[in-house]
């Protein structure tokens, strides 16, 4: 990475995770440690499951995901994550936007460059 490069994936991060939270909450409800699992795998998408709790606290005010508890047979009742009816309603929406706008971007940024 180059310097800068953290400011810029922090922005790019900002308008993206939440709809990543959810597209993982489509097939059913999931343990918050599972979906920070996944997301800082790599990285990229989320730099430590730190930020991952007051995000699903944000999502949950604004109901877009519910929540609720289950019992764990290694260690104390674990909070489960649910996608509600109008986050999987936001998270269609992302989906139809994300095409036309990742190709808008890879476009501008191709744009003027020599073969």
């Known amino acids: 990475m180059v310097p ?7 922005n ?6 939440e709809f990543c939270v959810l597209a993982m909450l489509r097939d ?3 343990y918050g440690f599972d979906i920070a699992r996944h997301l800082t795998r790599d990285g990229i998408l989320m730099a430590s499951e730190g930020t991952l709790y007051p995000l699903l606290s944000r999502l949950r005010k604004a109901g877009l995901v519910d929540t ?3 019992e764990s047979t290694s260690g104390p009742p674990r909070r489960y994550y649910q996608l509600t009816e109008s986050g999987a309603g936001a998270l269609d929406s992302f989906i139809d936007t994300w095409p036309p706008f990742r190709d808008a971007v890879d476009a501008a940024l191709t744009e003027g460059e020599h073969p």
């Open 12 to 17: 790019l991060r900002r308008g993206a995770l």
């Open 28 to 30: 059913g409800p999931t």
């Open 4 to 10: 800068g490069d953290s400011a810029i994936l922090s």
């Open 68 to 70: 609720t508890w289950q």
